[in-house]
């Protein structure tokens, strides 16, 4: 009998990963090893028992994208699976650059998620039918996203790019935002643009997220007004 795949499942939602360990349970080349509810249980997890795959929803509360970087510098030969609800093409691109080796939704079929650890397993890269359209429609092409192109350092933020971040969630316009750190509007702009390309997101209500998810704004600061500018 060939080598059993060690697996991790990593998601908050207790659901997702109850009716994961069922689908797994079903199948014995596949030892699921443990199931994590955020990064820090999942370091502490990988610690103990080693994997040979991770399945994670990094979108998921308790994880973010910053972890898939973190599991490749501590752990060289693991392999990353993400599995997550919908998301948009730079979102998951963002994913592809941060090293995942596989990418399927949610709503898969479980032979496509199955075919995803196995595949990833054995050394190669898998995406779903939805994955590879979503990426597609916004003119990403998956495999041109090489090896070279995938960094083990976590996604940085400039000073001045957190303090836009900040502003944005505090519900100041890009004009307001100009004004308060003398800068041009342009220039304003295209921190903000660069700020959505560096997270994977495409709108203001992500990024407000982003800020409240890593204590920029404190959640009393919110102003659900004027914070749509594009």
Do not use: W
């Amino acid at each position: 009998m060939s080598k059993r795949i060690k697996l991790v499942v990593a998601d908050s939602n207790e659901l997702i990963k109850i009716g994961l360990r069922t689908i797994f349970q079903e199948h014995p080349d596949i030892h699921l090893v443990d199931n994590a509810g955020c990064t820090t249980d999942l370091m502490r997890k990988l610690a103990k028992e080693s994997a040979d795959v991770v399945l994670i929803d990094f979108t998921s509360p308790g994880f973010d994208i910053n972890t898939i970087p973190e599991l490749l510098l501590r752990y060289k030969n693991l392999r990353i699976v993400a599995i997550t609800p919908s998301q948009n093409g730079h979102t998951i691109a963002a994913a592809l650059r941060a090293g995942v080796s596989g990418y399927v939704k949610k709503d898969c079929s479980v032979a496509e998620i199955l075919d995803a650890v196995r595949t990833t397993a054995a050394g190669s890269r898998f995406f779903c039918g939805q994955v590879l359209d979503a990426v597609r429609h916004e003119s990403i092409d998956p495999e041109s996203i090489s090896a070279e192109d995938i960094s083990c350092e976590p996604i940085l933020l400039s000073d001045r790019e957190q303090e836009i971040i900040t502003l944005i969630a505090e519900g100041y316009t890009n004009t307001k935002i100009a004004e308060k750190l003398f800068l041009s509007p342009h220039t304003v702009n295209t921190h903000r643009k660069n700020i959505m390309h560096k997270l994977g997101v495409n709108n203001t209500a992500a990024i407000v997220m982003f800020a409240v998810k890593n204590e920029l704004v404190s959640t009393n600061k919110f102003l659900f007004s004027g914070q749509q500018e594009a």
